[in-house]
């Protein structure tokens, strides 16, 4: 089962800042927190990935809480491209469940 | 590299068919998954390899489903006899491991199975 709660779904406007959360409340110390998204019909794609620290690559920025029970996947500018479903996951070096994930409306 | 192959990309069978779906990993992925995706259930894990070694198939619905992995450069999912609720779409994904901080899964573009 996915230990993850996510939003059903989200919008947001094009160019602006997208912040999808994601509760991880029963995390364990050795689990990463993993972001996937999946744009329609394609297989999904990797995002990035945290322990406990804040990761930022060419994609995307993922906030993690100290306490490390929530995290926020950021897209800074967002485009229309980015329209797709999100998956936050958590996995512990085991098999990655997806969840449902949150659907991510880019509106022009 | 060309990434995860998988074929065919559609198949459309009728109930009772044996259904045969391909991949191709990754070259010097150790790990290898099947997933099926459908509106309902969303994207379930069936089974994954680690080195040509079925590791975890809890996930494989019933016997009529077997997964095989003769080589490090190809698996294959059998659905024998088919059903018209195994329509879905069927992603197979490699990974160099599944350490926590390098199990990066790479999908292929999926086979979406239409059972008649």
């Known amino acids: 089962d996915a230990k993850t709660t996510q939003p059903t779904s989200m919008d947001c406007a094009e160019g602006r800042a997208a912040n999808l959360p994601c509760n991880h409340s029963?995390?364990?110390?050795?689990?990463?927190v993993y972001w996937y998204r999946q744009i329609h019909s394609q297989g999904p794609q990797y995002i990035i990935h945290g322990l406990k620290n804040n990761e930022t690559n060419e994609m995307a920025s993922l906030i993690i809480t100290e306490d490390r029970k929530s995290s926020t996947l950021i897209l800074p500018h967002a485009t229309l491209r980015d329209t797709a479903v999100y998956y936050c996951i958590v996995a512990g070096g085991d098999k990655i469940i997806f969840g449902k994930g949150t659907r991510l409306h880019i509106l022009p | 590299d060309a990434g995860v192959i998988q074929s065919p990309r559609h198949e459309v069978t009728e109930m009772g068919q044996e259904v045969t779906l391909r991949c191709k990993p990754i070259s010097g992925h150790d790990y290898l998954f099947w997933y099926r995706q459908t509106m309902m259930r969303g994207l379930e894990l069936l089974i994954y390899f680690n080195n040509n070694v079925p590791i975890d198939d809890s996930g494989m619905p019933e016997d009529r489903f077997s997964a095989k992995m003769p080589n490090a450069s190809f698996s294959t999912l059998k659905i024998q006899p088919s059903e018209p609720r195994d329509s879905a779409v069927y992603f197979c994904?490699?990974?160099?491991?599944?350490?926590?901080?390098?199990?990066?899964?790479?999908f292929g573009e999926g086979s979406r199975l239409t059972v008649l």
């Open positions: 029963t995390i364990s110390g050795n689990e990463y």
């Open positions: 994904a490699s990974s160099l491991s599944i350490s926590t901080n390098t199990g990066e899964l790479f």
